[in-house]
């Protein structure tokens, strides 16, 4: 049976329908299926964690490929319909939970970094939260390859100086290489989304892509550079609330000469990281002082 038929066939026979609310938009197009495991360089030892098992059409797939997988289902419909049919395959485990509630610790503990893999067609109303939740999992997850509205995926993998650069650019580049694999046309899914799909491999750093002293502060003034985007760099930042005076910034600004006058957009995450790395030892100094 196709992903198509299968959802057809599912929908008929319970009588439900996709659920707005939970972005459910359903992949029906059979030849994505080898784009995705491809993406994903299954080996042997490998547990996958796939986030929204849908009807299973990947999940049992990839249990013929992997060591372990465990599915997640929100959906308590999608979640009953699997175990009916069931997944009683001995490689995949299948959980009833809100991926952005569920522990992930536990999943991948005492599995290798770079055999733990995470795919995904992910809902687009929390896409980014889902992806500060794996990000926050760097040091025990090796990649993952993640389906997500087009206009999301670019902001992913964006350049400095582009208008779809921001705080998300930076903080994946921070902790990971991106690249878009394969756009796919809303007439692939099922409903039809309003918008196109990518799909998105990122591969996860153990450790930081650059060096940061302080996180919080760095993750602070990105937040700040691109909140007030339109404003200068040094506007933006001093309206973000760090604790340095106006003339101390300056001074930051011509040690490390980045031109104060230049918008947040236009900053590379070495820059970003100077940037931080500067406030934070005059911030320690002037603790230490008092």
């Excluded at 991948?108 to 795919?119: M, Q, Y």
């Excluded at 992806?131 to 040091?139: R, S, T």
């Excluded at 998300?168 to 796919?184: D, E, G, Q, T």
């Excluded at 339109?230 to 930051?252: F, H, P, Q, Y």
Aim: aromatic share 8%; hydrophobic share 40%; glycine share 6%.
């Amino acid at each position: 049976m196709t992903p198509f038929q299968k959802v057809h066939e599912y929908l008929r026979r319970t009588g439900k329908r996709p659920k707005k609310r939970l972005s459910q938009n359903f992949l029906i197009d059979p030849n994505v299926l080898p784009v995705i495991l491809e993406a994903l360089q299954i080996e042997d030892a490998d547990l996958v964690l796939e986030i929204g098992t849908g009807l299973g059409y990947l999940t049992k797939a990839l249990g013929d490929n992997a060591k372990t997988v465990v599915g997640v289902e929100i959906d308590s419909d999608l979640y009953a319909e699997l175990q009916s049919e069931s997944i009683d395959h001995p490689r995949i485990r299948l959980v009833h939970a809100d991926f952005l509630k569920l522990n992930l610790f536990p999943i991948f503990s005492g599995v290798c970094r770079p055999n733990a893999k995470v795919v995904g067609n992910l809902p687009y109303h929390i896409t980014t939260p889902i992806l500060w939740k794996l990000l926050g999992h760097h040091k025990s997850i090796g990649s993952c390859v993640l389906m997500m509205q087009t206009e999301v995926a670019q902001r992913v993998v964006a350049s400095p100086g582009g208008k779809d650069y921001g705080a998300l650019s930076v903080a994946v580049s921070y902790y990971a290489k991106s690249n878009i694999i394969r756009s796919f046309s809303s007439n692939q899914f099922y409903p039809a989304p309003s918008v196109d799909s990518s799909l998105v491999r990122l591969s996860i750093e153990e450790s930081p892509t650059v060096e940061v002293e302080n996180e919080a502060l760095f993750f602070r003034i990105l937040r700040s550079a691109f909140q007030f985007r339109r404003k200068m760099l040094r506007n933006a930042m001093l309206r973000g609330g760090l604790a340095v005076s106006s003339e101390v910034l300056d001074d930051i600004f011509d040690e490390l000469r980045i031109d104060g006058r230049r918008r947040g957009e236009t900053l590379n995450i070495l820059e970003f990281a100077s940037l931080a790395n500067a406030v934070s030892r005059i911030t320690t100094r002037t603790q230490t002082a008092r």
